[in-house]
């Protein structure tokens, strides 16, 4: 079975400054998905960045990066130029393609705070 | 607007009562999900639909149960049976019909305490 581990129960970052999220991984799986899924303090969850095991370029949205490392398991988060409305809890996530019903893996969360 | 509607958003049971959890979405998705959520254990699933009339187990599905007589519902009764039924409930849906992107599409949530 997958495991998510994510290391880092809490964090802060002072605004504007750039702050990364860690988390590991176990799959004796070769494709896969990987994703980050944010929730604020409204609890709606939010898809934030998405990875393919397939692809050796790291995903980027805005101001949001990854870095991927497939033989490490390793799939962190990078958040450039801080944002107050980035605070919020962030789950890093597993999925194995074509598997019946899209089940997602999820790691225990991060919260991240975001300090003016 | 398309979206996940999870009601109630608050929902207080005495022990010994079932109480259902209802979550529609009009996104025209095929699967559907339940996960639990408590505080440090991340997202755990509860159960999760492929198609109508269809419905599988997920990790934690002991104390639940579900329904999918229609693709755009998929209510979640809490039983008795669930020793500890106090959590935040998330409903999510996602496209399938082997046209995965992986994304799902989260509601914002109903919280069940148990009194």
């Known amino acids: 079975a997958q495991t998510v581990t994510q290391s880092q129960p809490e964090m802060s970052v002072q605004e504007a400054e750039t702050v990364t999220l860690s988390c590991t991984y176990d799959t004796s799986e070769n494709n896969y998905y990987l994703f980050w899924y944010k929730q604020p303090p409204s609890r709606q969850m939010i898809l934030v960045i998405r990875?393919?095991?397939?692809?050796?370029q790291n995903a980027t949205e805005n101001r949001f990066s990854v870095n991927f490392q497939k033989a490490a398991k390793s799939f962190s988060l990078k958040i450039s130029d801080s944002q107050l409305g980035d605070t919020a809890m962030y789950f890093c996530a597993f999925m194995k393609p074509k598997e019946y019903g899209n089940k997602l893996v999820f790691g225990a969360g991060t919260i991240l705070r975001v300090k003016s | 607007d398309g979206g996940i509607t999870q009601s109630p958003k608050y929902l207080f049971r005495k022990e010994g009562q079932n109480v259902t959890l209802s979550c529609e979405q009009n996104?025209?998705?095929?699967?559907m999900y339940w996960y639990r959520q408590d505080p440090g254990q991340g997202l755990r699933l509860i159960y999760y639909?492929?198609?109508?009339?269809?419905?599988q187990k997920g990790d934690i599905a002991e104390g639940y149960s579900v329904s999918r007589e229609k693709k755009e519902s998929f209510p979640l009764t809490v039983t008795s049976a669930q020793k500890n039924p106090t959590a935040f409930y998330l409903c999510?849906?996602?496209?399938?019909?082997?046209?995965?992107?992986?994304?799902?599409?989260f509601g914002e949530g109903s919280r069940l305490t148990v009194l």
């Open positions: 990875q393919e095991a397939y692809k050796q």
């Open positions: 996104l025209n998705h095929d699967a």
């Open positions: 639909s492929q198609i109508v009339n269809d419905f």
């Open positions: 999510a849906s996602s496209i399938w019909a082997g046209r995965t992107t992986g994304e799902l599409f």
